[in-house]
């Protein structure tokens, strides 16, 4: 029996009546083509931005999604409070989940058995799973927040079920709004204005979200408001623009019909706006913020405009071709981003393959539309037991896939070679101390970073980037042997020198390690060394970093989120000479520094790399089926290595011939027989594109400790 919002006490509420939202609407279909076009308008400019076309900010078609869908709900349940007097409850929710859970379902289960083929179990089907755990569940938004990042990092783009954060976003809306309309009605009705209270409600809530929202992007803490609730994916600060929707279908009850005029000059304000937005956004905008009020504005006026729907705007959106786009919008809306996250998968470094993947996302899509939205939503055989097989079927089905999936991905798929891949996958002891951080070493943090403490023997110290934090096990494993006590400090993408050189477009030396945030910790950390015992100081950084333009730029740990980007591109168009003269200044400078208070200095050599040319060579993206066939590795000769990293090879072997500082230099144990490889026999020897695994790390300690003791 459906569950009606009609108790003990509500007959006030029960006698209200909603009037119509225009004069226009009366006697005719509630549906709205243009809103159908907005839609299509919505869906085109989140699939342009997934498919690397130049729309930077075509993200916010998603907060374009949101708006109407608080207008569209707001509207009908009025509309249904008009004809009957109350609200049906269960109705609501069973006609959500008839709408957009089958639908759902058959784009997860789909997702998930591709998934089992193509992606990597060291950890891409782990989250993968997740996620499509989170999605049929209503927490998608809060599963990718915890497993993927934030949504411009590099993890999230290629999570196949990323786009389905939104979604829980809307279905948590769909939950908690038609209550609050009830609660709105319930206290208006005592007070003889049923309307007012429902304003009330839903201009409370939205102030509320919007408060959030505003708060979490200037940094300040929202108290008694978990992490998952807020930021890029949580709830708490998107609900607003469902409220402004929402407030809009309750303000039309009031307003006339706008004029012809003002409809299209709100109409084309309104695209405008969203121009701004689709155009003048981009990765760095701090979203959600206070620039999303932009195109929330924006889809408000676009609606608005809508309720003249002679104007020049509307008219343009209710276009047939817009229509039919906004019918399939949902289910394209599901089916395009799988496509492309696949064809990126099995044709990496292909620029045309995104968007042609978008474009065949269209087959799926309108097959899922005429069978499974337009069958599931009609009228026909909605008896209780075919909707509890439908509940059953739409949700037991793609749980179970995602079940499976992580039950054999934990389990290594039952096989040898599939678990040593796994194991290479683990983080160094330094990065799990947490001894990699910006913040430089103190004395009241260098416990925590220290091994075999009590050793009487020569300390041993290793400074520098995540190149250095490799060397973690190794260096734990010889110090022990040695008797000799181990300090540690690394910081992500920072070397422990400065880099300051000449850029072209300034007239100024530029410090690029300045602008990439890592002074602090470079000067902590000298200064810090400067009060220790004399020991051997081992430094070793990335050697790509300061010359290879994509690897500045692409690197969102160091840049994107508290480095100059636009410095850090000057740096890296800066020339080959000029790089090379820095890097021998900074080197020089640290290493002089060093050995003034006392320090034996080692410089290592980066291990050869395997993210030049583009694409790189990654583990993580290798198939069950690749590390099955054992086909996942690659190799590269030494020459080719060289004509990547020889400059900087170069110039480290000379500030250590000019300084008298050593250099450690692995490349034999890498490259044997003049061929780079990636793994000896079952040693995986990489973590990832440039790091080394703990398990090859742990392999080196016999090596660390002949090269340690030939110091001594």
Known sequence: MTLRVLLAGWSKVTETKVAPATKQHAGRSDRRSDIQGLRALAVLVVIAFHANLPLPGGYVGVDVFFVISGFVITAMLLREKQRTGR?????????????????????????????????????????????????????????????????????????????????????????????????????????????????????????????????????????????ALIGFYGPAGRVWEFAAGALLALAVLRLKTPTRSIALGAG?????????????????????????????????????????????????????????????????????????????????????????????????????????EQRFRSNANRTRRNFVTLVAASLIVPLTLAGALTIAANNHFWSPRVAMMQDSQAMHAGI?????????????????????????????????????????????????????????????????????????????????????????????????????????????????????????VESRDMTGAIGDLVALESVSASSVEEKKLALDAGLTSTVDRLMSAGHEVVIAQSPPSYRFPSPSWVPGACSVAAILSDSCGTSSSVADMDRLQGVTRGVVEEVAAESGATVLDLRDYFCPDGMCVT??????????????????????????????????
């Open 87 to 227: 609200v049906g409850l269960t109705e609501f929710y069973v006609r959500r989940f008839r709408r957009l859970t089958p639908a759902l379902a058959v784009m997860v289960s789909a997702t998930v058995v591709v998934s089992a083929f193509l992606m990597s179990p060291l950890g891409s089907q782990q989250i993968t799973a997740s996620t499509a755990l989170g999605a049929m569940l209503l927490f998608a938004n809060i599963a990718i927040a915890r497993s993927t990042g934030g949504y411009f990092d590099a993890a999230a783009s290629t999570n196949p079920l990323l786009h389905t954060w939104s979604l829980s976003v809307e279905e948590q809306f769909y939950l908690i709004f038609p209550v609050l309309l009830i609660t709105g009605w319930l206290w208006g009705a005592r007070v003889g204005r049923p309307r007012v209270g429902v304003l009330v409600a839903v201009l409370a809530l939205g102030t509320v979200s919007l408060t959030i929202a505003l708060a979490a992007s200037i940094g300040l803490t929202v108290p008694l408001m978990p992490d």
């Open 432 to 552: 799990t101390a947490g001894c990699m951080s910006f913040a430089p070493i103190t004395s009241s943090t260098e416990d925590n970073c220290k091994w075999n403490a009590d050793a009487p023997g020569t300390p041993i110290y290793l400074i520098g980037d995540s190149i250095a934090d490799h060397y973690s096990e190794a260096l734990i494993g010889a110090s022990v042997q040695l008797d000799r006590p181990l300090s540690m400090t690394t910081a992500a993408g920072c070397p422990s020198y400065r880099i300051v050189l000449q850029t072209p477009d300034s007239s100024d030396p530029v410090d690029a390690t300045e602008k990439a945030g890592c002074a602090p910790y470079i000067d902590g950390t000298l200064a810090w060394l400067d009060k220790q015992s004399p020991g051997l100081v081992i430094m070793g950084a990335n050697d790509l970093s300061w010359w290879a333009p994509s690897d500045v």
């Open 268 to 372: 084309a304000l309104g695209l405008v706006l969203l121009a701004i937005a689709l155009f003048g956004f981009s990765e760095t905008t701090d979203f959600p913020g206070p620039a999303t009020l932009i195109p929330v504005f924006a889809t408000l006026l676009l609606l608005y405009a809508g309720q003249a729907p002679q104007n020049p705007v509307t008219r343009l959106l209710a276009t047939r071709p817009m229509v039919a786009v906004g019918d399939i919008s949902y289910s394209w809306y599901l089916w395009h981003w799988p496509l492309i996250v696949f064809a990126l998968l099995l044709w990496p470094g292909n620029m045309f393959v995104a968007p042609a993947a978008a474009v065949l996302s269209l087959l799926p899509a309108i097959a899922s539309y005429r069978w499974v």
């Open 679 to 712: 793994a000896h026999g079952n040693l995986e020897l990489y973590l990832d594109d440039i790091h080394m695994s703990v398990p090859a790390s742990k392999a080196l300690v016999p090596w660390f400790v002949e090269f340690i003791s030939s110091r001594e």
